[in-house]
Every structure is written in structure tokens, then in C-alpha cells.
T-cell receptor, first 114, second 112 residues
Framework: EAQVTQNPRYLITVTGKKLTVTCSQN?????MSWYRQDPGLGLRQIYY???????DKGDVPEGYKVSRKEKRNFPLILESPSPNQTSLYFC?????????????FGDGTRLSIL | GDSVTQMEGPVTLSEEAFLTINCTYT??????LFWYVQYPGEGLQLLLK?????DKGSNKGFEATYRKETTSFHLEKGSVQVSDSAVYFC???????????FGTGTRLTIIP
């Protein structure tokens, strides 16, 4: 089954404790991206990647890092999480053609930073 | 920059009612327009899309027409069902901008 898998689905942690949210897709997609969803703001892009070893900032990259060492994986790293990063996070992927193609979203990761 | 404005929710309708969720956009050039739907506890799924003016996207009884003159992409369905209860997002993508710009979402609840 074609899917985008995020882990963990839920995480409660404390300020300053490094964490990684993993994202993996099994569709051989070139394009992957991360969004955060906040009430009243919709979804905002954090980072995106056009292909392996190619990443770029979205609208709200501060406090986040990403890497794209393999085509299927695109982890989101919070080196020193803060409470303002409490949010619902989504990973998405699509085939060549990038953002013009339909995006396949994971089921989301709800992060709470205390 | 690009932006999307969509109808504030929540919207509550009775089953078989007619649905319209308004969406307008601001963008340079010729963006592609999308409606995504988010069911409870799930990620977003593409509902329909249109890539040029006067295109009509349709899927699962939903329709939206790309109106460049009014910069709008309103979502409509003739007869809603309880299973249509979800959050609906209007979004656009634009040439040279590798991201989707989303509206704030409209929560739709259909009551039997």
C-alpha cells in the first residue's frame, strides 16, 4: 500500500531535549516536505526537499533541521525544542514535478513541548 | 506574497443539504488550485484540483471551478452526507514556489 509513515504519532517532551520525527514514503517520490498545522493558521511549510541531498527552507524553518540522505526518508529534527513548537506536524511527498503534483500526506505527529 | 482566504467555520448542515465553502486567493501569475480534505485523526488527502482558468475539478460529488476573474475556487456539493464531515482546506501552488499555500481550513459537520 502506498503510504507516508510518520513516527511517533504523539510525543510529549520537555524544553531543550532533542527529538527527531521520522518520515518515510514507499512510493519512490522525489519531493518531500514538512508542514506544521496550528489553529487559525492552516498548514505552513517548514522545509522541503526536491531530491536526495537537496533541501531548502519553507516559510517557518527556525528551530528545525532536516536531512535527505535517502530518497525514502526525510526526518525532522528539533535540536532544542521550545513550547512554541508545540503543534501538529505533517510530512508529505509527491512524484517528480514537485508541488504541482498531488501531495500524499502522513497521518500527522502531535508534539507537545512542556 | 501568495495567500488563500477561505470561509470561516465551523459549518453545520443537515444531510442532503447543498454545500458551498468559499475560497479566494491572491497570487501572481497562474497558480494551480487545490482542495484538500482532512478526516479526523488522518492526514490531508487531495480532493480535487484545477490548473488553469475555467477548469473544473471534481471528485466524490464535489466540484470547484477556477475563476480567474474573481480569483475564486469555491467548493460545492449538491447533497452532503454524514461521511463528508471533515476539515476542508483550499490551497494553491505557484510557479517558482515549491510549497503549498493553505487557507486556514473550514470544519464541516453534517448531522443526520
Amino acid at each position: 500500500e502506498a503510504q507516508v509513515t510518520q513516527n511517533p504519532r504523539y510525543l510529549i517532551t520537555v524544553t531543550g531535549k532533542k527529538l527527531t520525527v521520522t518520515c518515510s514514503q514507499n512510493m519512490n517520490h522525489e519531493y518531500m516536505s514538512w508542514y506544521r498545522q496550528d489553529p487559525g493558521l492552516g498548514l505552513r511549510q517548514i522545509y522541503y526537499s526536491m531530491n536526495v541531498e537537496v533541501t531548502d527552507k519553507g516559510d517557518v524553518p527556525e528551530g528545525y533541521k532536516v536531512s535527505r540522505k535517502e530518497k525514502r526518508n526525510f526526518p525532522l529534527i528539533l535540536e532544542s525544542p521550545s513550547p512554541n513548537q508545540t503543534s501538529l506536524y505533517f510530512c508529505a511527498s509527491s512524484s517528480g514535478g514537485g508541488i504541482a503534483q498531488p501531495q500524499h500526506f502522513g497521518d500527522g505527529t502531535r508534539l507537545s513541548i512542556l | 506574497g501568495d495567500s488563500v482566504t477561505q470561509m470561516e467555520g465551523p459549518v453545520t448542515l443537515s444531510e442532503e443539504a447543498f454545500l458551498t465553502i468559499n475560497c479566494t486567493y491572491t497570487a501572481t501569475g497562474y497558480p494551480s488550485l487545490f482542495w484538500y480534505v482532512q478526516y479526523p485523526g488522518e492526514g490531508l488527502q487531495l480532493l480535487l484540483k484545477a490548473t488553469k482558468a475555467d477548469d473544473k475539478g471534481s471528485n466524490k460529488g464535489f466540484e470547484a471551478t477556477y475563476r480567474k476573474e474573481t480569483t475564486s475556487f469555491h467548493l460545492e456539493k449538491g447533497s452532503v452526507q454524514v461521511s463528508d464531515s471533515a476539515v476542508y482546506f483550499c490551497a494553491l501552488s505557484n510557479f517558482g514556489n515549491e510549497k503549498l499555500t493553505f487557507g486556514t481550513g473550514t470544519r464541516l459537520t453534517i448531522i443526520p
